[in-house]
């Protein structure tokens, strides 16, 4: 009975569909990051949803959209678009950032609102697709796409193991290096403190006040 509930748990969390709407200024930029390990597919569709002004106006707001790796490499880059989409593997660690913009800044305009569709790794794959080259069906693609989740979580759990390892490194570095740089300026006092006894000494002896 548990593992069913573990089965369903787990094929409703993979359909979950990872859609964002976000209101865009007239002015100034928002954007979007999420933090991926190496070799993980991405997909994203975004568009901009008009409001009635817009479309009695019959004029929908542009947009332009830019995506860049946690290195700063360019992924993607469209100027005055109402739609899009891009798709790309990692390559990189780290926090992978969309942004986008609006390109009518003239006196008036109004906000939008962008529809964004966000997948990445298992809820990117196609599993149409991979159902008809392996020619299975039924339970069996459903086992298929519970084993793809299992090596998802278990990919994830090892890159945040790796990342906790290099934190917790640097911590040890950081605490290390505070650690001799107390030290450091103990023994400074201690020395401009000695220094400081003899200088008087010597003071109070030349004035024979001593």
Same mark, same amino acid.
């Given at each position: 009975?548990?593992?069913?509930?573990?089965?369903?748990?787990?094929?409703?969390?993979?359909?979950?569909?990872?859609?964002?709407?976000?209101?865009?200024?007239?002015?100034?930029?928002?954007?979007?990051?999420?933090?991926?390990?190496?070799?993980?597919?991405?997909?994203?569709?975004? /568009?901009?949803?008009?409001?009635?002004?817009?479309?009695?106006?019959?004029?929908?707001?542009?947009?332009?959209?830019?995506?860049?790796?946690?290195?700063?490499?360019?992924?993607?880059?469209?100027?005055?678009?109402?739609?899009?989409?891009?798709?790309?593997?990692?390559?990189?660690?780290?926090?992978?950032?969309?942004?986008?913009?609006?390109?009518?800044?003239?006196?008036?305009?109004?906000?939008?609102?962008?529809?964004?569709?966000?997948?990445?790794?298992?809820?990117?794959?196609?599993?149409?697709?991979?159902?008809?080259?392996?020619?299975?069906?039924?339970?069996?693609?459903?086992?298929?796409?519970?084993?793809?989740?299992?090596?998802?979580?278990?990919?994830?759990?090892?890159?945040?193991?790796?990342?906790?390892?290099?934190?917790?490194?640097?911590?040890?570095?950081?605490?290390?290096?505070?650690?001799?740089?107390?030290?450091m300026s103990l023994g400074i006092c201690i020395a401009a403190a000695?220094?400081?006894?003899?200088?008087?000494? /010597?003071?109070?002896?030349?004035?024979?006040?001593?």
């Amino acid at each position: 009975m548990e593992l069913c509930k573990l089965v369903l748990l787990l094929l409703t969390v993979m359909t979950v569909a990872e859609a964002i709407w976000m209101e865009l200024p007239t002015s100034g930029t928002k954007c979007l990051s999420e933090d991926i390990h190496t070799n993980v597919v991405v997909l994203a569709d975004y /568009n901009v949803i008009g409001d009635e002004e817009h479309a009695q106006a019959n004029v929908v707001p542009t947009i332009s959209v830019k995506v860049t790796s946690p290195f700063g490499n360019n992924l993607h880059h469209k100027e005055n678009v109402t739609h899009g989409q891009f798709a790309f593997t990692t390559t990189e660690a780290g926090n992978y950032l969309a942004c986008f913009w609006m390109d009518n800044h003239a006196p008036g305009a109004k906000a939008v609102t962008i529809g964004i569709d966000w997948k990445t790794g298992i809820s990117a794959k196609d599993w149409e697709s991979v159902a008809r080259k392996d020619k299975i069906e039924g339970v069996e693609l459903e086992l298929v796409k519970l084993e793809g989740i299992v090596q998802a979580i278990h990919e994830n759990l090892e890159y945040l193991k790796d990342r906790e390892a290099q934190m917790r490194e640097e911590n040890e570095k950081t605490n290390s290096r505070v650690a001799w740089l107390s030290i450091m300026s103990l023994g400074i006092c201690i020395a401009a403190a000695v220094l400081q006894v003899f200088y008087l000494k /010597n003071f109070f002896r030349k004035k024979k006040l001593i």
